[in-house]
């Protein structure tokens, strides 16, 4: 990815990407309404939104393929037109009409067979067809047919599993922590499992059964520990069936007679709801009526499922957004965001949820006491090595050796440092494993080093230190310095430059107080503050644009979102009786 160089470009990239794609979604819109005559409005909007996130997603792909493609041909001293890159999405490329300025002078090629539109196109008229023989059979073989109590049962809120669940009364972030400020009875909560990196367990589930909440595994190749897996196949009416290959069959016909573009529009068309249509017989069986999900890039299948159970999907989200990007179009019935900072992105983004409402930053909420605890005692035992200043780094699931390498080095060489380390992903477990030529080896025998919990938030880590130093990413110094911790931000690739300059929150407080451009001058700043504070008082003071990230700042966000699935649910409980 190049992140931590002087070639990183991975925002540039998405915005482009996302730029590149807005431009089609007239034109995808149109095909939307011809394919889906028989859906309403809304419907139709968010399956086309779907087509241009997954394409948003292809294009960041081999946009990124053709940067690192000209970086790899000028340390080998190779002209970039004697370079041809393959790519499963190149195809995209023609599609999309990307400016040839983007593209310079490397050729670029499909990979034969990877593409996937014939597929798309083709699969749903099969299982379609699959459909109507068993329709058939079942209609000249009656079998008994199963009662279900879904109309009867009350309506309830599903929450996908990603994070976990820490229990009702801890103060952790985790799937449940809007639950805990709400007043919602536990009874009307189900927890769905789907992930294969979260599988219930036992004690999990037995504790979420003594609680009164539901749980359902969804995917029978992860079931976990859980008695209950899925609810059976969907067996429609003989009519409903052909009613369904007809309706594959139609957009099979309408891909292949047209270019490229139609084909790819036709064949997400297809694909995204044939995958919604394996989650309807689920959310109705279960009187789904809202849902917390993951799932955020590419298509839409999700909330095409929740439109068609008549529920709503409710959102927040969990970072802080640097610019647009293929995750940032909303097409939830309700979305919360922390302030104006990430609602201008995600509406540049062409987000099209019918709601979105600013709750704060719930992640400020929670602090994981006993890590913080900890840190703090590992802080002291630095300051009796000797140690007179330390910095949090926070990575991101993004490789960023050449960042680690830097401040190992500066480690191993100054011994007034301590350093923290909050990891996300394996970035810093990659650089432990590489050793990076006996650095980490080194830092670990000073005990002047110390990794924070994955359990602890951002602050319990940065409150711990003079500056809490982020890359990649803005969510974890945002997340400090609403607690108002001094963050700094190492930008490789100046994202107060070009397209990205509408989004350089951090960027409006000017030069030499939060953004760096290298790590030498970072060092140098940390290390004039160190010696001479009055020299440069506002490094890392970030409290001028705080009212951007969070307008609240009151600890109330979580609530702000319990109370408001609490009053959708109360709504629905009134017509309902």
């Known amino acids: 990815y190049l992140c931590d160089t002087d070639e990183a470009a991975q925002a540039a990239i998405r915005v482009e990407s996302s730029n590149s794609c807005l431009k089609h979604q007239g034109r995808i819109d149109q095909w939307a309404d011809k394919c889906l005559p028989g859906f ?18 292809f294009l960041g792909v081999v946009l990124q393929q053709l940067n690192l493609a000209r970086v790899l041909a000028r340390e080998e001293g190779i002209s970039t037109h004697k370079v041809v890159l393959i790519s499963h ?31 798309y196109l083709g699969w749903p008229v099969i299982y379609g067809f699959g459909q109507v023989m068993v329709s058939l059979i079942r209609l000249l073989i009656p079998l008994k047919k199963e009662v279900t109590s879904a109309e009867e049962s009350e309506p ?6 990603v994070w976990g669940f820490e229990g009702p009364s801890r103060n952790k972030v985790d799937d449940f922590y809007w639950w805990r400020k709400s007043t919602l009875s536990p009874k009307r909560l189900i927890y769905m499992f789907e992930r294969p990196g979260f599988q219930p367990s036992r004690e999990l589930l037995i504790g979420l059964e003594k609680l009164g909440i539901k749980s359902i595994a969804l995917n029978p190749k992860y079931p976990g520990d859980a008695t209950k897996v899925g609810v059976g196949r969907q067996v429609l009416s003989l009519a409903d069936s052909f009613q369904r290959f007809f309706f594959y069959s139609k957009l099979a016909w309408l891909g292949l007679l047209g270019d490229g573009f139609v084909r790819s529009v036709c064949s997400l068309i297809g694909w995204q709801i044939y995958k919604s249509e ?20 590419g298509l839409e299948f999700v909330n095409l499922a929740v439109l068609q159970n008549n529920a709503a999907r409710i959102g927040a989200h969990w970072s802080c957004l640097t610019a647009p990007n293929e995750s940032a179009p909303r097409c939830h019935e309700v979305y919360f965001v922390w302030g104006a900072h990430d609602l201008k992105i995600i509406l540049d983004s062409g987000s099209i949820s019918k709601n979105i409402l600013i709750s704060g930053c719930f992640l400020n909420e929670h602090s994981h006491k006993e890590e913080h605890e900890k840190g703090r005692k590992i802080v002291q035992s630095m300051k009796k090595l000797g140690v007179r200043y330390t ?12 960042f680690y390498r830097f401040f190992l080095q500066w480690l191993a060489e100054d011994p007034d440092l301590g350093i923290l380390i909050k990891s996300k992903g394996d970035s810093w477990k990659s650089v432990h494993e590489d050793g ?29 230190s003079d500056f809490a130093v982020g890359v990649t990413g803005n969510s974890a110094i945002s997340v400090a310095g609403l607690q108002g911790a001094r963050v700094l931000y190492l930008d490789y690739e100046r994202l107060d430059h070009g397209s990205l300059k509408p989004y350089g929150l951090f960027h409006s407080l000017g030069p030499k107080r939060c953004v760096f451009y290298d790590p030498e001058s970072l060092k140098e700043a940390v290390l004039e503050y160190v010696n001479n504070p009055e020299a440069n008082p506002c490094l890392g003071d970030v409290s001028p644009v705080l009212d951007q990230l969070d307008p609240f700042r ?4 979580s609530q702000r979102i319990g109370e408001y699935v609490t009053w959708y649910m109360k709504g629905l409980d009134e017509n309902f009786s």
Request: aromatic share 8%; glycine share 6%; hydrophobic share 45%.
């Open 40 to 57: 309403d409005f809304y419907f139709r909007k968010v399956c086309a939104v779907g087509v241009r996130k997954e394409w948003q997603s």
């Open 391 to 402: 910095l949090t780094l926070f990575d991101n699931s993004l490789p960023v050796p050449n």
């Open 436 to 464: 990076m030529g006996g650095l980490v080896r080194k830092a670990m025998s000073s005990g002047r080093i110390f990794e924070m919990d994955h359990r602890a938030s951002p602050a319990d880590a940065a409150l711990l």
């Open 554 to 557: 009151d600890g109330k966000a």
């Open 156 to 161: 309830l809120v599903g929450v996908a599993a």
């Open 278 to 297: 394996k989650l309807v017989p689920v959310y109705k069986a279960v009187n789904l009526r809202g849902i917390f999900h993951f799932h955020e890039s």
């Open 89 to 119: 999405v190149a195809s995209l490329l023609d599609i999309l009409e990307v400016d040839s300025e983007i593209l310079g002078e490397i050729k670029t090629c499909p990979q034969l067979f990877k593409n996937k539109a014939l597929p």
